[in-house]
């Protein structure tokens, strides 16, 4: 696959590291009264699609980029890609 | 008019007896040429074979070319370009071609239809391993493997370009030209070692002169175009995404000659032209695979381009008219109601029969079932071909195909010249690309009457390399496995290493006829990469050996390797083990001598491995609360901290020391093993949880060279070394103190006061490039007190006598709490992995703690690894306690020590249970103590 960087543009995914669902970007309140629960879902529970996804992309072989990617897991086709703290 | 080079000869062998043959040559023709027809026996029957083929369609004649002393099998002579000194064996036959007496298997054929297998060897159940399968591994096959290292070199690259196509012949040739003339970046990969294709083969004219003229001016116009680059013998043998492919390119077939034997290359193209050509049909008649029955075009290729004739009387068996241009004696039409029922000779050809009961004399049967477009590329990317009744032939999807990729030529359907050239004209157009004039041809239309197989008792072959004939599709049939997907397992058509390149689709219209559907309901096998065969060793390329992966050498590498240094690997680094000194029997007295020296005066290790990340900006010790349980925005500059780092389940991920520079500085240390996965941590705590946070990191493990310099002497060594204007006095620089100084001069180096062994112990860290002077000054210095310098075993011995948790505790299952350091845990914030390290089972009273384990009888040795069972309980798992992690023999205590996670262990102090190991036998007493069996209160860190 090629991912296009935003910042170094077309770069072969060998260069990158999978973490997965992009939701990992949303850690809960740990002082929420149910934060057990929380971090639970937010840590165990991913829904797995056939089609559009956004998920986490490291660029360990660059410059250490981490990017959320919208790919479609059925044909891999990658519609969108940003930094990662630029979408908070 | 042949393209060999008569003036040039080649001697090679087959089966060990000598040949001739000519440049420009394959085996196959060579072979031919010397009267050689019978060159291989099938894979179950063991019959004798010919080649069916001339190029990459043939499955007969695969062959093993030899080298000095291995070989290499499933070559086909047919794709092998001959060289001198080639050595090349026959395959699957004992004792040798002409009699093999595994042809029995052709007379017990009955027996071994398809799935016989499953049929025959069930029971007893304990033979299939060890009697049955061993024997039809023996009998049925094809090439045998050599269980030698593969002696070649295989070297891998990277190309881009613009447009990428597939395939030298008129289409690929055609394209290529209009390309290259247009200025785009053209990479032409052609799998033969000639380009031209078809037109290499068959009698055709081209702007009134011969083909090989338009060859020849095309190959001169396009070899002169910079941007244009054409990869002979290389096989496109994957399509893969974004417009990514896989090629194989063959540079020599020997064996051992100097340079890369192939190169795998990954092609990125901005688009693509499959113009792979077509493959033509067998027709499944009853023995119709003796030697002398070839497809059509295969007689045409060994006449025309190798001027070899393949018999001296030719019958033309065909059901399409592209077949006419075979030169032959006698013609059967299909059209005309004739077709062939039987033929006859063992090792070659005599006669054949047809349904009017003439019998013909015949050595070579030329039959052309029709053509099948090479189609395989267009579906890598989930697209299914679909039948094209007009043409009895799979085409590829148009609305699917991969991005970006155009498909022309015969791989396209377009099996006369013209409508190749028009095809590529046509393309040409869409993609914007000046077609140029297009060149001139003739001939009829394509015209072909659907014939797949002829209905007899006998056995008519649609796998000839699987030996699966029509009889057994229509058994698989009325057995039930009717899907092309089953059928393809049940009998493995289309599943040897030619994937079934001439059978398939015979195969599929054998079955559609057996289950009353047409050929467009019964669809195709999904067809996946690679379409052709890549050699394992060209995907390895240059990553054998000690190339498999790369080598981090520590900075005191050179010193330790003088100074008779034993090297473990860990991770990539060569860390050294220990230093054998002369009179040492074992690796044991050099690792006792380094614990002893280092205990009692000083020792030096290398801690240049332990990751190092530099971490700066104002928020820089609110982050490292987040990411440590413990609280460092309130440490002081000048001091350093020992920090425990878990993961969000609460599990804990690393740990190490990180010492603060500055207000807005910390340098922290992560064991080996972890450097880089925590540094991808951080990074993702950093990017993705905190973003708002100033804070930048940055890996320095490769810039500095880190020595732990440790003993009751280590503070009068490094006094010698450091600069005087730095005071490391115990008031000025006290236990956890550090500070940027200079040493031997001006030198910069860091200094932290830290201890891992238990000792006085420092650790000075200086620009790496000085590494190597800084150790030997150190040991130079410190011949004085007699320091030594110490490995990775009497690191870790001095480590467990401490208490000192390492990789073995930090095993990915373990908590603060289990590693006793659920104190260090900071109430007053949150970080990642607090909240789910609270859960009720990690946080269980009777849960697994650290504890230290002495042998009661103080001369047993005790074992990593073994589990703790209560005094009078049964040595079940049911009764497991927990288990030991760490041992090491402690030259301090004379004894062995060990560290292990015990259930309820902090409140089993001085309890007794045994040590149960029972890979090893050897079961012992345990006295449950603390872990810190050396210098419990720390007063030797803080003198």
Not at chain 2, 153 to 160: A, C, E, P
Not at chain 2, 645 to 657: F, H, K, S, V, W
Request: hydrophobic share 35%; aromatic share 8%; with cysteine.
């Amino acid at each position: 696959m090629i991912i296009h960087h935003p910042l170094l543009g077309p770069r072969d995914s060998a260069e990158f590291i999978y973490l997965g669902d992009a939701s990992l970007m949303e850690r809960p309140d740990p002082k929420a009264e149910n934060a057990q629960e929380l971090f639970y879902k937010y840590l165990y529970l991913r829904d797995n699609p056939a089609g559009e996804h956004k998920e986490l992309w490291y660029h360990e072989q660059g410059d250490r980029s981490w990017l959320i990617l919208t790919r479609n897991t059925v044909t891999h086709e990658i519609t969108h890609v940003e930094l990662a703290r630029r979408s908070k | 008019m042949s393209l060999v080079d008569e003036t040039q000869k080649l001697n090679f062998t087959f089966d060990g007896k000598a040949y001739q043959g000519h440049a420009g040559d394959t085996l196959a023709s060579a072979l031919l040429r010397s009267g050689v027809k019978l060159v291989g026996r099938s894979f179950k029957y063991h019959r004798p074979r010919g080649f069916l083929g001339a190029g990459t369609d043939d499955p007969n004649g695969l062959v093993e070319i030899h080298g000095k002393d291995v070989c290499e099998p499933n070559r086909q002579a047919t794709t092998i370009k001959l060289f001198e000194g080639l050595d090349a064996k026959s395959q699957n036959r004992s004792p040798s071609l002409g009699f093999d007496v595994l042809a029995i298997n052709d007379w017990l054929s009955p027996f071994l239809s398809a799935g016989f297998y499953y049929k025959t060897f069930m029971w007893p159940k304990a033979f299939w391993e060890k009697v049955y399968e061993p024997a039809i591994r023996r009998a049925a096959g094809l090439g045998r493997l050599i269980q030698e290292p593969d002696p070649d070199h295989y070297d891998k690259g990277f190309l881009h370009c613009d447009l990428l196509i597939i395939g030298g012949g008129p289409a690929g040739l055609m394209t290529a030209l209009n390309a290259g003339r247009s200025g785009k970046r053209v990479i032409l990969a052609n799998d033969d070692f000639e380009l031209g294709g078809r037109l290499l083969s068959d009698p055709i004219e081209i702007d009134d002169a011969p083909a090989l003229d338009w060859v020849s001016k095309t190959i001169v116009e396009l070899r002169s175009m910079d941007h244009v680059r054409v990869l002979d013998r290389t096989s496109v043998y994957g399509v893969f995404d974004h417009g990514i492919y896989g090629a194989l390119e063959t540079k020599t077939d020997k064996i051992g000659a100097p340079g890369a034997r192939m190169v795998l290359w990954k092609i990125y193209a901005k688009s693509s032209v499959l113009a792979a050509g077509a493959t033509e049909r067998p027709i499944a008649f009853p023995n119709n695979d003796r030697p002398g029955i070839m497809l059509a075009s295969a007689v045409r290729t060994f006449q025309n381009r190798f001027g070899v004739n393949c018999g001296n009387a030719t019958t033309l068996f065909f059901n399409n008219n592209n077949a006419l241009s075979t030169i032959s004696d006698v013609q059967i039409d299909v059209r005309s109601g004739r077709y062939v029922i039987d033929t006859s000779g063992r090792k070659a050809l005599n006669s054949i029969t047809l349904n009017d009961g003439t019998e013909i004399s015949t050595d070579c049967l030329a039959m052309s079932g029709g053509w099948n477009p090479n189609v395989h590329l267009t579906c890598h990317k989930r697209s299914r071909p679909v039948w094209n009744e007009e043409r009895a032939c799979f085409l590829p999807d148009t609305a699917t195909l991969p991005p970006e990729m155009i498909v022309v030529g015969a791989a396209n359907g377009a099996f006369t010249i013209s409508e190749v050239f028009e095809s590529a004209v046509t393309a040409s157009i869409a993609m914007d690309l000046n077609p140029g004039k297009t060149p001139k041809t003739q001939g009829p239309n394509f015209e072909i009457q659907p014939f797949w197989h002829v209905k007899s008792k006998k056995r008519s072959w649609v796998d000839f390399q699987n030996d699966v004939t029509s009889k057994d599709i229509t058994l698989a049939h009325q057995e039930g496995f009717s899907s092309v997907e089953h059928l393809k397992r049940y009998t493995t058509l289309g599943m040897a290493t030619d994937q079934g390149r001439t059978s398939n689709v015979v195969g599929l219209a054998v079955l559609a006829e057996a289950t009353g559907k047409t050929i467009a309901e019964t669809g195709t096998t999904m067809f996946r990469p690679p379409y052709t065969p890549v050699p394992l060793g060209a995907f390895a390329g240059a990553h054998k050996g000690q190339h498999f992966k790369p080598t981090r050498l520590t900075p005191s590498h050179r010193y330790a390797a003088e100074n008779g240094a034993v090297f473990v690997e860990s991770g990539y680094w060569k860390r050294t083990q220990w230093l054998q000194r002369p009179g040492e029997q074992g690796w044991r007295d050099s690792v006792d001598r380094e614990v002893v020296t280092t205990r009692s005066s000083v020792g030096i290790c290398d801690v240049s491995t332990l990751g190092k990340i530099d971490i700066q900006g104002q928020d820089s010790g609110k982050f490292l609360n987040k990411v440590y349980v413990n609280t460092f925005s309130t440490l002081k500059p000048g001091r350093c901290r020992y920090g425990l780092m878990l993961r969000e389940d609460g599990i804990a991920m690393d740990d190490g020391t990180s010492a603060r520079l500055s207000d807005s500085h910390y340098v922290m240390t992560t064991t080996t093993a972890n450097a880089v996965s925590v540094f991808r941590h951080l990074e993702f705590a950093r990017q993705c949880l905190f973003p708002d946070m100033d804070v930048h990191l940055i890996s320095t493990t490769e810039q500095w060279a880190q020595y732990s310099i440790a003993g009751p002497n280590a503070r009068r060594l490094l006094q010698k070394l450091v600069d005087q204007e730095h005071d490391i006095s115990n008031e000025a620089f006290p236990y956890m103190a550090c500070a940027n100084i200079t040493v031997c001069g001006g030198t910069r180096a860091r200094l932290f006061r830290l201890s891992f062994s238990g000792e006085l112990a420092y650790e000075l860290a200086v620009p790496r490039r000085y590494g190597d002077a800084l150790i030997r000054a150190l040991m130079k210095e410190g011949e004085e007190f007699g320091a030594c310098l110490y490995g990775t075993e009497a690191l870790g011995a001095m480590r467990i006598e401490k208490g000192h948790a390492a990789g073995n505790e930090l095993n990915g299952q373990t908590t603060a709490t289990h590693l006793g350091l659920g104190g260090f845990v900071s109430k007053k914030k949150d970080c990642i992995g607090k909240v789910l390290s609270q859960r009720e089972g990690l946080i269980d009273d009777n849960g697994l703690r650290l504890v230290g384990l002495k042998s009661v009888d103080p001369n047993q040795n005790l074992t990593n690894g073994a589990h703790f069972i209560n005094d009078n309980d049964p040595r079940i798992a049911e009764h497991d306690q927990g288990h030991m992690s760490s041992v090491a023999w402690s030259p301090e205590l004379h004894c062995y020590v060990g560290l292990g996670f015990l259930k309820g262990g902090d409140k089993r102090m001085g309890d007794e249970l045994w040590a149960v190991d029972f890979v090893r036998d050897h079961h012992v007493k345990v006295k449950v103590v603390s872990p810190h069996f050396v210098d419990p209160d720390g007063e030797r860190l803080r003198v």
